[in-house]
């Protein structure tokens, strides 16, 4: 019997090796370790059998062949599935470059992308951001920033002025702010020292379009009010944005301007790295007068403040030659950064 | 203004190293823009006679000019001008000569016949902007030497300055000097002449009617002039300088204007007139609406009541004040008595002559900034001195006028300047000592000290400066930007976005999640625009635009977004999806215009279904509501697939598609489906954070509920009828089918929810869900929604 056992097993690895699909897996597993399987008639015979000694020989035999078969048909099984799989895999193959999809992201504007920055060199150096209306008073735009009416720096702004009438007030008093320096005097009337604002914003000169030229165009202004502000600590502030904005390599310098606004008053200039001198913006201390326009007391407190073009920030960055692109809205243009 | 460095070296031993010279003037906020080398002899470039000239029957434009360089040889040049005449000296630019803008002499002529060389203008010398003639040479030149040895042209050096509204005194040669000087430790020269009378009384006199206009006018007469060319060296400079050479008077006038910024104007005496046979002199006034008089251009100038004019005695006009002479009075070969008038105008009246008659002359704009009138006498001293030169015989009258207005600056002006405030303001820690060794050389002479406060003289010639801080500027210039220290402040305030502005960024950042692109249209629009997005057409105007298809103030974005798309539509972009945060400015009753912050979406080639989804997503993003009405469709949007968003009680925006009618004003092909949203409503407050509910870890089970809903009624109402009835179980809503057709009633349509219940504790029953679905066909049936089998 142990013979035939012997053959019976053989037979049965034999099937379970050549087993083809996991489904004639299934059908040898029934066949050959099923209640009523090839294997399992030999315990059957196991009665006839003369001794004990000879009855537990062949049981264990039988348990033998029948564990064998087990292990046999559970790696086929496993083998079966893995090359299915990778069958499966295989068939899906697939060229990724095949696809030319559109990207989905939005782009936000250039000069936004300037904008967000610089709040964010400001705010990283103590900087909160306020902002004015677009459409402004004579009083604030000029006025409240030492240019009484008359005053002939007034005639280098180019201004364009609108129809709106305040009440009891008279025509050609409202305008178009020329620069966002009107934020500073609302934001003095508006907070009590310590002040430390920066007012981007959109403003507006009568100025023909060309690549350097819009008549609208973005400014941000910086404003700090505080006991004990000096000179020092508005280049200092020139030289800590400028190397944070344009990089560590960067050298500024202050050198004397005139702005009626601010007294000391200077332009605020960065040597690149290949040397040459850039003019970015005006700067100055607060001028006594203007503290006081905003409510604030030029005795016991000094202030310092500057501005730059945001616009020409977003031109530098991307070398963009014709400004006036930047308000096409082609979105050719538009994708590009 | 434009400094030529060897005239700037009279007045102190500043040198020739112009990069030093350069960067001490910016550091002085005198910035120098441009450095330009002038002055050099073009080598190759020879005096030449004309021989004779002689036409070519071939050549129309050009003539043949044979000349002598010296050698004796006939030379043969092609020549395109024809100022020149036989016997004229002309700089001839000879066979291998490199000119000046690169191009080199060579033999190469016209049908075939050689050119032995070219004539030069000035322009193509380099000492000019004159090209309408070949530059003529003084007559009695020698032939065949450089052109430069007789026009006595040294190399040099021109700084171009570009000087800021408060230093009237460096339109001067003498106030470039004095703050140079001062910065660099240098001995300042200034002229200083004295004025001697050497002659009877001969009186132009001088009545100022306008004193708040004119607050100084002198008139002093000189005689035995003889009007002819200036002296050489008097000629070379101010060619050099970019000044034509007319007179040795007129030189010497420009000359003294130059180099002491004072305006000045000589008048030829023998044509003033006087009243009724009185003696002549000078009436300053205002004009009278639509005075006329020509200048000395050769125009007519027309005048209203704000502009002053020097009139004769006999109330003729005979120059506009401060900003140029009349053409009847002036300078003649002829001339040989001059009334020599230097004055003192108010600034701001000279300005605005100037704009309205678009003249802007060396004097005006000298005048218009303030000059020093106590530096009259010193012009008047130098005039003489610099015309004696020329004409040695000449007599300066008794008798000189001297008229004061009400408007004449005081000479000794002065302020107190406490060293306290200069340290306060700068960051120094300046001495009085410090302070006055920087502030005397420039004429800010202090007195007073050591103790504060300091008593600072304020120069004439320094109208700017009128108060402490004007000098604080002074000592900080002087001392020098680059020695003040840099520190930067401690902010004691924390750095921060306020919370419309941190939602701003949020929305800004949604929008760009989905996809649409930011755009920036022009806010200003052409008067019809508003009308053709079918907008009110009220708006805010510019009153003086740069064209009048920009002068209307937008009171929407909705106009240029469309443009927008039409752009790009035209560019072969189409399905544009852009938006836009920017100021609208409708009119309003305040002091100010309604101005606001608004938002626009387009999306180009989309229907109104996509405008919502963005609308949900912002809502959901910025966590805010409003209420959708589609009966209440704004002006310009689509009338059945468009409604308006309010909050409260305010319309805050509006959703849907755009009117076909404005699609086709604008010239837009495809559909627009648009967001619009007042951003006060949405981005001003922060609402409540999000808070924390449970997720069930509970099995959850669906359930699948189709309605037949006229189509009268909002698919909304039914959305909340559904979540009405589900209570607190239902945890997800999603419409998954709308459907119109067979099987449904006409005027009616199918909408297929499915409901995701959840208990958060527990496993649901069958009981659960049968009540959820009894509740919702309740609710639901209350206005006619009847479910579907």
Redesign the interface.
Known sequence: MIEDLNVARDAALADVAAAASLDDVAALDARLLGKKGELAAFKRQLGSLASVDERKAAGAAVNEALAAVSVALDERRAELAAAARSAAVESERLDLTEFTARP??????V??QAW?RL?DV????????A?G?????DWFNFEALNMAD?H??R??FDT?????V??G?TP?H?L?RTHTSPVQIRAMQAMEP???IVAPG?VFR???PDATHM??FHQIEGL?V?R??????L???I??FTKAFFGGNVES??????FPFT?????FDIRRPNGDWLELGGCG?V??AVLRAGGIDPEEY?GFAFGFGIDRMAVMRHQIADIRD???????F??QF | MKILLSWLNEYGDFGDDVDRLSDALTSLGLAVENVEHVGATVPGVVTARVVRTESHPDAAKVHRVYVDAGDGVERHVWCGAFNMQVGDVLPLATLGTEMPNGMTISRRGILGIDSEGMLCSTLELGLGDDHSGIMILPPDAPLGVPYGEVLGLRPDVLLDIDLTRNRPDCWGYVGVARDLAAHLGLEFRPPTPTLAVTGGELVAGVEIVDGDRCGRFTSTVISGVRVGPSADWMAQRLRAAGMRPISNVVDVSNYVMLELNQPNHAYDLATLRGPEGGPPGFRIRLATEAETMTTLDGEQRTFTADDLLICDAADRPIGIAGVMGGLDTEITDATTTVALEMAWFAPLGIMQTAQRLGLRSEASARNERGVDPYGIDVSIARFVELLRETCPDLVVHAGAADGRGASLPDEHRSCELRVTEVNRVLGTGLTAADITSLLDPIGFTVSGGPDEPLTVALPSWRPDCTEEIDVVEEVARHHGYDRIGREVPKSTVHGHLSVHQQRRRLLRQVLLGLGISEAMPNPFLAPDTAEKAGLDPTAVSITNPLVADESVLRTSLRPGMLRAVAFNESHRRTGARLFEIGHVYPPGEGELPDEYEALCVVLAGDEAPAAMAVWREVAAALGVGARLDQSQVPPGLHATRSATLSIGRDVAGAVGEVDPAVLDAFEVTERVAILELHLGYVLDREPKPARWSAVSRSPSSDLDLAFALDDSIPAERLDKAIRQGAGNLLVDLDLFDVYRGPGVDEGSRSLAYRLRLQAPDRNLTDADVASVRDACIAAAGKFGARLRS
């Open positions: 989905a992201r939005g782009h936000a504007h000069v936004t967000e709040e400001f705010i990283g150096l103590g900087y909160q951001v902002e209306p677009e459409v402004e008073t008359g002939p720096a005639g280098e364009l002025f609108v129809d709106h305040a009440p007030g050609g409202t178009l310590p002040i430390y959109r009568r100025d023909t008549p609208v700090v505080d004990g502000i000096t000179m020092a600590h280049a200092g502030t030289e800590a310098r202050l050198r004397p301007s005139y007294e000391p008053s200077a332009e201390m001028h006594p000094t930047m308000y096409t809205n082609d979105l050719r538009v994708e």
